[in-house]
């Protein structure tokens, strides 16, 4: 049998799973179209809505993080269609590399990777073209380490101009404050392997009535993320197609644990993680690639990889000599940063161990402070 010994696992997304979770995921097999199964997915969806804040529909796919953000594309738009889509890192780009695929007509707002988007230049564009019918944005950059300002940009999309809100909440949602009816988010994505503290295996949409407004017209095909099918499905207890039961056991724990800490507890410990994460890295000498602290992310910090270090080297010694597992950089970024994931299952003394590991080996590949 396979065996993997325990990391201190810090990218963003697989993140480290409770044993007690482990062992609930080790339940029995279940009939997915039998009473125990409709008692499951009951529970969670109720779970899932009270950590969105939402009184929305809400759908667990067994998919992907990026099988919602399809989802949230293809049932609420039709080729054609205007969008304006803000990116400022490859989540934001992956975003709209998928909306061009199904064929939305795109206006795109490109910001420098490491800082946050400007919600003026959405509003600029919203006031220039009536036409566009949707927004799309990343609210947790998690290629850069920033949380772009997605209250504002809600209250400008639809409060102001009143379009579709779709939102990559991938690795922000269950972590970070992102009250989905308080900010009127029509479509909000996002995964359980990042904030869940599960397996990568399952994703969760939530869907407003204003979405499923635009649904009935839309015309971007889908079969296997048809929300309509989840919906209907869903009022007997069940989903389209057969879903990761096992990751639904651990689900179901993993909300009791988020629900019992509290949803300001959780938002607080992340606020209190991020900020100490930042602070050590600081201290080693390091820097941050966020441009503004006020919008680095408490959920993954990216570090300018110091000049002259080889990158892989570092991650690797860090892998086989501290067992601490961090994250690389992504497109033009992939040699230029590393990442420390901090969601999930984490605490301060998870960040302790990769500080330490960082200080005790950024000298031996050559790196001296100041
Ligand atoms: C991880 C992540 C994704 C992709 O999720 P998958 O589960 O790999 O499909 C998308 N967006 C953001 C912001 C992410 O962090």
């Known amino acids: 049998m396979l065996k993997i010994e325990p990391q201190n696992l810090r990218t ?13 995921m080790g339940n029995p097999m279940i009939n997915h179209r039998g009473p125990e199964f409709d ?21 667990i796919l067994t998919a992907s993080g990026t099988g919602a953000l399809e989802a949230s594309l293809v049932n609420t738009l039709s080729p054609g269609d205007k969008v304006v889509a803000a990116t400022a890192g490859s989540f934001g780009d992956r975003f709209i590399d998928m909306a061009v695929a199904f064929g939305a007509d795109i206006t795109r707002l490109d910001f420098e990777w490491g800082e946050p988007v400007d919600p003026d230049a959405i509003r600029q564009v919203l006031r220039d073209d009536p036409e566009v019918k949707a927004v799309m944005i990343t609210h947790n950059e998690t290629s850069t380490g920033v949380t772009h300002p997605l209250e504002e940009i809600a209250r400008i999309a639809k409060q102001e101009f009143d379009k579709l809100l779709l939102v990559d909440a991938v690795s922000s949602l269950g972590c970070l404050p992102l009250p989905v009816d308080a900010w009127d988010c029509d479509l909000v994505g996002t995964a359980s392997q990042k904030g869940f503290m599960i397996p990568p295996g399952l ?28 919906k209907k499905t869903l009022e007997r207890g069940q989903t389209p197609f057969t879903p990761n039961v096992a990751a639904m056991y651990g689900l179901s724990l993993g909300l ?17 993680i991020g900020q100490h994460t930042r602070d050590r890295i600081r201290e080693l000498g390091l820097e941050l690639l966020v441009s503004d602290e006020r919008y680095a992310s408490n959920t993954v910090t990216a570090v300018k990889m110091p000049e ?13 000599e501290k067992n601490v ?29 990769v500080i330490e590991a960082l200080r005790e080996l950024l000298p031996e590949v050559g790196f001296s402070a100041g």
């Open 12 to 24: 963003p997304g697989p993140t480290p799973i409770p044993d007690d979770i482990v062992e609930a």
């Open 39 to 59: 008692e499951l997915i009951t529970k969670v969806t109720a779970q899932l809505k009270q950590v969105f804040m939402t009184s929305n529909d809400l759908f």
């Open 203 to 230: 994703a969760f949409i939530s869907v407003s009535e204003r979405a499923w407004e635009a649904q009935k017209t839309a015309t971007m095909p889908r079969f296997y993320f048809d929300l309509e099918e989840a």
């Open 256 to 272: 009791d644990k988020i629900l019992d800490e509290g949803l300001e507890g959780v938002f607080g410990r992340h606020a209190a």
């Open 308 to 320: 002259g270090i080889d990158g892989r080297a570092l991650m690797g010694r860090l892998r086989t």
């Open 325 to 353: 597992v961090l994250a690389g950089g992504q497109g033009k970024l992939s040699t230029s940063i590393f990442r420390i994931g901090h969601l999930g299952h984490v605490t301060e003394d998870d960040i302790e161990e």
